[in-house]
């Protein structure tokens, strides 16, 4: 069964021609180049650091360097409004998201230093040289390889590890010999 064709579908997108349209340029947007800008206007960054805030207002013009490439707005100094104060649950927000990252920065060098340290420390010697050991080309370092001295400057003497007590897992096979 055929149907009429619809008359009152919109237009799909191919079917017309897009317009690209920028708000804010009504042929009388101020456009200045770099370190041109009027007194009394600044940017979102410039505000920032005088303790404003544009506070919902439209930008008068725009500031372009890099020939039009890069640009920022401008507003205007005297409709700024100060900066909001966070409150103290915000504050202490960002705090713990300050802790995590450092926290998390730490972590991440603790592991860049445990894998360094395992490409230039020997097991055997456990001596932890200022290079990186030939470990796949030569299996051992330079000295313990064929017996040529290294200097005292090239590594830091071998890490002397505390005895270690016996663990609970091994204690654990005694106590099921003792109990059948």
């Known amino acids: ?6 008359t009152t579908r919109h237009p799909t997108r191919g079917e017309h021609d897009l317009v690209d349209i ?9 456009v200045f180049r770099w370190r041109q800008a009027p007194a009394g206007h600044a940017t979102r960054h410039q505000l ?22 890069r640009f920022a707005w401008l507003y205007r100094i005297g409709l700024a409004l100060p900066k909001r104060v966070p409150t103290l649950a915000q504050e202490a927000a960002l705090a713990q998201e300050a802790a995590l990252a450092q926290e998390a ?7 860049l230093d445990r894998a360094m ?8 010697c456990r ?16 000295e313990c390889h064929d017996g040529t001295p290294a200097g005292p400057t090239t590594y830091l003497p071998p890490a002397r590890h505390p005895a270690r007590r016996p663990t609970r897992h091994r204690r654990l096979g005694d106590r099921d ?3 059948p």
């Open 105 to 111: 920065a730490l972590a991440q060098e603790a592991a």
């Open 1 to 6: 069964m055929l149907h009429p064709p619809d």
């Open 117 to 124: 340290a395992a490409r230039t420390t020997y097991p055997r």
């Open 48 to 69: 920032r650091a005088m303790g404003l805030r544009p506070g919902g207002q439209e930008p008068v013009a725009r500031i372009e360097c890099r020939r039009g490439a």
């Open 22 to 30: 920028d708000p804010y340029d009504d042929g009388q947007f101020p």
């Open 127 to 142: 001596r932890r040289y200022y290079h990186c050991l030939p470990l796949r080309a030569l299996g051992s370092c330079l």
């Open 177 to 179: 010999a003792r109990h």
